[in-house]
């Protein structure tokens, strides 16, 4: 590539940042990773009625989180600001002037009822809906006569008659009809710029090189070629990625379950994990490899490996990824990572031993798939939350069971071991003094020490809890 490339990430804050667009983040950030350019943030907030302040907090906030940084944008002002679209009105009001003056665009006074019964028509003319243009002609005194009667004009742009072309990187040559598409709204009646005129302007000035985003978008790229057409720009290179979609191939959405970064965030899915999973999602790494670090899917990343069907969204897959990020967290990092959840999961984390909850996460980190899961996996090692499950009752009601724990108790009592080698050497007497084995030797001890019938390595999970912890379990039994 000659040119250092821009690209650009422009959520609207309208709504919690959803995986779709996160994973469109993800894309521009590794093409500009990749190829050393330059990744902006540009927030379109002109629509006032649907934007809301704490979506973009929000949005930067699990930004941030993913570890998608910016280079320009909100709270990182470059040459090309400002970011936010609701501070560039006075560039898209000159840019309506500049069409103005070359007569490509006229004043429309029609109201959303007209509109919507022109509409219909068309629908019941089996014609296709779009905008006739029953503004275009109207004359200087008909202009003023709407006006006096109080109507605001939106601004259409005179769609010419003539055939468009652009490549896409992602699905090649594109090309659509002017005739087949109606004058469109470039600056409503508020006086608030559409997405189209605002977009193209915002990416020009911005020495944007590149538009990467998903393929619901492309019917809006051919009206922004109209426009840079219009405008003498010359337009940047597109690709237009596949969409995410359900299991039953309908683009994501809220039915399909979790869709929002932040409800990710909030299940306990390390960001690594999600970038990972989002990453791999629709587009093929090297010899199927599906487990890749930031770094190693910014130096593989292309767009030729972008698929152009949908990807299926997969949360079990995604859970996955994140049990094998959550192992190979180094534990120390882990346990930080842990403490809001042990919290919510009501431990008060200043009052744990810092050095028992290190053991405990250690331990249990192979069988963890999600941070929000740690209460559920900690529990029998805080006396508090210890309880007896009704499977390990019964095992525990076995007449060898209580010969196997009482002599346990036993040896437990006299033992003077370190405690690191009074488990294995407990297990050696009880064999030879009860003549148990297998099975019926652990399991009763499992249950006696951890209320479950299952969990992590016991002679791990007794180095934790200690001879007196133990004792204290056995006593009931004995
Ligand atoms: N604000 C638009 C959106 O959130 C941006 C689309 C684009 O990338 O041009 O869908």
């Known amino acids: 590539m000659a040119d250092k490339p821009r690209v650009r990430f422009a959520p609207s804050p309208t709504g919690e940042l959803h995986v779709g667009n996160a994973r469109t983040a993800l894309f521009n950030w590794m093409f500009a990773r990749h190829h050393g350019g330059d990744f902006i943030l540009r927030i379109e907030d002109t629509d006032e009625t649907r934007s809301a302040l704490s979506y973009q907090v929000n949005l930067l906030n699990d930004l941030t989180w993913l570890g998608l940084d910016w280079d320009e944008g909100p709270q990182k002002e470059g040459a090309y600001g400002p970011y936010k679209q609701s501070e560039r009105l006075d560039i898209y009001a000159r840019h309506l002037q500049q069409l103005e003056s070359a007569d490509l665009v006229y004043p429309c006074y029609c109201t959303e009822e007209e509109l919507e019964e022109e509409r219909q028509a068309l629908i019941l003319s089996k014609r296709m809906p779009r905008y006739m243009g029953k503004c275009r002609q109207l004359t200087r005194d008909e202009r003023k006569q709407k006006e006096d009667a109080g109507r605001k004009p939106s601004f259409r742009f005179k769609v010419p008659d003539e055939t ?7 699905r090649g040559a594109m090309k659509f009809e002017g005739t087949a598409i109606g004058d469109f709204i470039i600056v409503r009646s508020n006086g608030m710029p559409a997405y189209n005129f605002a977009v193209v302007i915002d990416d020009h000035l911005m020495g944007i090189t590149h538009v990467i985003r ?69 587009s093929s790494f090297t010899e199927g490899r599906e487990v890749l670090s930031r770094e190693e899917m910014m130096a593989a990343f292309s767009l030729d490996r972008a698929s152009k069907s949908g990807a299926i969204f997969d949360e079990e897959k995604l859970h996955w990824l994140n049990a094998i990020y959550i192992r190979n967290c180094p534990t120390e990092n882990l346990v930080s990572r842990l403490q809001p959840f042990l919290e919510q999961a009501g431990y008060s984390t200043d009052a744990l031993d810092p050095v028992l909850l290190y053991g405990v996460v250690d331990l249990i980190k192979n069988d963890l798939t999600t941070l ?37 108790a036993e040896y437990l009592k006299n033992s003077a071991e370190a405690v690191q080698e009074i488990y294995p050497a407990a297990i050696k007497h009880l064999k030879e003094k009860t003549g148990v084995k297998g099975k019926d030797l652990f399991m009763p001890i499992r249950a006696a020490l951890t209320g479950r019938n299952h969990g992590p390595e016991l002679d791990r999970v007794f180095a934790i809890l200690g001879k007196n912890a133990a004792l204290k379990r056995l006593n009931p039994f004995v």
Do not use: W
């Open 164 to 170: 468009f072309q652009f490549a896409d990187l992602i």
């Open 214 to 282: 998903g393929e619901d978008h492309l019917s809006n790229t051919a009206l922004q070629i109209m426009l840079y057409k219009a405008f003498g720009f010359v337009p940047p290179t597109f690709a237009h990625h596949c969409l995410i979609l359900g299991k039953d191939r309908a683009k994501l959405s809220k039915r399909h379950g979790s869709v929002s970064v932040g409800e990710f965030r909030k299940q306990g899915i390390l960001p690594e994990a999600l970038m990972n999973y989002l990453g791999l999602l629709g």
């Open 372 to 408: 929000s899961a740690i209460g559920n996996h900690i529990s029998f090692f805080f006396d508090d939350e210890y309880e007896i499950t009704a499977e390990a009752r019964q095992i525990l009601e076995k007449e060898s069971a209580l010969r196997v724990l009482k002599t346990f």
